[in-house]
């Protein structure tokens, strides 16, 4: 299976952007579905977007939409979030995941986990 290595996270003023990455190991990253998850210390894991693995079909949670874009690339086993507009209540550690259900935005229906990265917006 897959290896995942997240990227990108920071501290950014609200309104600002940010842009992670997920970098996969392995020959089989575009079998999985892929997907980002966020947590903070008094809430539970939470999906945030996931994408098909071509790529053709995005979803999101309510809280992002319209803000936050999700996108592979498959060539480079990459997958990406841009995160426009952000909001201090989008501060949390953000995780890669990979699964090989289609569609899934529980963190129990995720094979694989990345390590995380820490995403820190101030008011």
């Known amino acids: 299976q897959v290896q995942l290595v997240e990227s990108g996270g920071g501290l950014v003023q609200a309104g600002g952007s940010l842009r992670l990455s997920c970098a996969a190991s392995?020959?089989?990253?575009?079998?999985?579905?892929m997907g980002w998850f966020r947590q903070t210390p008094r809430k539970e894991r939470e999906f945030v977007a996931g994408i098909s693995w071509s790529g053709a079909r995005t979803y999101y949670a309510d809280s992002v939409k319209g803000r936050f874009t999700i996108s592979r690339d498959n060539a480079k086993n990459t997958m990406y979030l841009q995160m426009n507009s952000l909001k201090p209540e989008d501060t949390a550690v953000y995780y890669c995941?990979?699964?090989?259900?289609?569609?899934?935005?529980?963190?129990?229906?995720?094979?694989?986990w990345g390590q995380g990265t820490q995403v820190t917006v101030s008011s």
């Open positions: 995941a990979a699964s090989h259900r289609a569609p899934f935005n529980r963190p129990e229906e995720t094979d694989v």
């Open positions: 392995g020959r089989t990253f575009s079998s999985y579905t």
